[in-house]
């Protein structure tokens, strides 16, 4: 009987204050049927990411996920029956499925993916993660040999690589991050230079001790006031990429701003340029190829999370949230 | 005995607060000598800018002001004696004098300007505010022909310039002033499309009646609250030149920054850019010869505000700061 239900997780309540499980329900719904043009997809890897938290809040680059609607998420899926040209049966693609175990959705849209070991790689190095990273430092940070660079939510996702792909490059690496098991794993198994726990109470000073030349490039995950502090110790012609503000995100809107802006900006001629991963995508393959090539080489090393269970996807978001996963943090649905 | 006499204006207390007449002192000095490899020079016109203002505070790209020593200052300058190769007298030069009527300063370093009438034009759009308001806009803002370009102290010397080579480069203009009468002068006599008074107390609403297709770029020299609604109002891929932050100048740091920083740098994929004319230099020909152009053409029209005497000066600027000039305020010195 198992095969012939979907399960679903639906957004019940838009949280205006913290996130929490109870936000969520599991709901059990009948096995979608695909239409002419569409393809029936099962659910392998569903990705958890901040931005997923953003999109509740409906001031980002898609519309808010209304109360009572599945969840929104991608995934990495298979195809198991196709209406469509060009897909068949045992297809893997990429695609907006949202949390549930089973979407039919037009072929059209649907990104395929190749078939590699593992396949947990594809929403992580080679998927948003890895391609936000690569883009967005080398793109938007233009980090030269021997700058400094620092990043935050460093144990992160799109941070563990960030630092690794800058290291690549000749900077040095500053990773920030909450906890000394995740600033231990920064500078033991990733190879970054320092790392500074915000959460030790003395960020300024650990900072200006981890970056004692200032900073360069700085890509920023969090906004708020790790943002603040990375600011004001920026060197002149810094640039500062902003690829998103997750400590914003899970609460009401801030009441104000970082001090600093914009008379740092000014004094210090910095560049502060916010980007997606979207507009990079028609040159993924440049992209791609490199990552591939560091991996193979054993010069990036990819961070994984992974949690089992549909009904977990909810607990998992949370706890990213928190900052409780290391590395890309994913849900194993089939 | 005048032209024995040298007359000084001293800074004689850093201010904390708001500047104030009585934070600055006349004082009669020696006539100073100039050495082997000096020149000595009569101020013309002495340049008021709001950038003075933030020398005081020391947090900018030059030594702060000390108090006690004389107010610092660019000025428009005539040769009186020269021992140095090079300068003879009578020939003009931009300085970094001081608030004084004479200054012996080293030959090198000055920079000579050439003899045009109305000489006043050297210090405004030939001048610091001319080049900053060239390289600002089409470097940092970079507007596109239909952009709607928002400039704010818009009948200031910068302002006022931003906005007609705006226009001359086809885009839709509107100008952030304080009061009805300089908002009449931007959409009379400068050309601007739309004019938001920023003191009538609805800036989120007028602004976006003036720029109903949102905001491409826009050019930011006062920072603070109208910075905040300029943010929020700012289309995909907008850029912000960060020229200033005269709001921020005369008072305490603020507690905080503008909300919507770093959040809608990356839902909206901005670029804001901080920039000094210092870094622009080097190609202040190819801007000079489109200044001249232009004002030769009729197309840009060139607003000056002129303040009578040395003792003078202290008010000139304390009204500067308070908005009260139109165009480029400077001090007639002799």
Same mark, same amino acid.
């Given at each position: ?11 019940? $309540? ?6 929490? *499980? ?70 893997? *693609? ?14 059209? !849209? ?6 590699? $070991? ?32 620092? *990043?935050?939510?460093?144990? !992160?996702? *799109? ?31 990733? !190879? ?92 993924? =393959? ?36 928190? =900052? ?11």
């Amino acid at each position: 009987m198992s095969v012939t239900t979907n399960r679903q997780v639906l957004l019940t $309540e838009s949280p205006s204050g913290k996130l929490e *499980v109870g936000h969520f329900r599991l709901h059990p719904a009948p096995m979608p049927v695909p239409a002419e043009g569409e393809v029936l997809l099962r659910v392998r890897y569903l990705s958890l990411d901040a931005a997923n938290r953003a999109w509740m809040q409906g001031a980002t680059y898609r519309a808010a996920v209304e109360s009572g609607s599945v969840m929104a998420g991608h995934a990495l899926a298979e195809v198991v029956e196709s209406r469509a040209q060009g897909l068949t049966a045992g297809d893997l *693609v990429f695609a907006d499925t949202g949390w549930q175990e089973y979407a039919a959705l037009p072929a059209k !849209g649907l990104q395929p993916l190749p078939r590699l $070991e593992p396949l947990t790689h594809l929403l992580s190095v080679y998927g948003i993660a890895g391609l936000t990273a690569y883009f967005g430092l080398l793109e938007i940070g233009r980090p030269k040999a021997g700058d400094t660079v620092v *990043v935050s939510a460093a144990a !992160g996702s *799109v941070g563990s690589l960030v630092g690794q792909i800058a290291k690549i490059h000749g900077a040095r690496v500053v990773g920030i991050a909450g906890g000394p098991a995740k600033c231990a794993a920064l500078t033991g198994e990733l !190879g970054f230079d320092a790392a500074v726990d915000y959460k030790a109470g003395s960020l300024y000073k650990d900072l200006k001790a981890a970056a004692p030349a200032g900073i360069d490039v700085y890509f920023d995950n969090v906004g708020g006031d790790i943002f603040e502090a990375c600011l004001f110790q920026m060197n002149l012609h810094g640039r500062i990429a902003c690829c998103g503000a997750v400590s914003q995100y899970d609460g009401k809107p801030p009441a104000h701003g970082p001090r600093g802006v914009p008379g740092l900006i000014v004094t210090k001629r910095l560049t502060l340029q916010g980007f997606i991963l979207h507009d990079f995508m028609p040159r993924s =393959g440049e992209a791609l190829a490199e990552l591939q090539k560091w991996v193979a080489e054993g010069r990036l090393k990819v961070k994984e999370d992974i949690v089992d269970g549909l009904e977990n996807a909810p607990a998992g978001l949370v706890g990213l949230l928190a =900052g409780e996963n290391l590395g890309k943090r994913m849900v194993r649905v089939s």
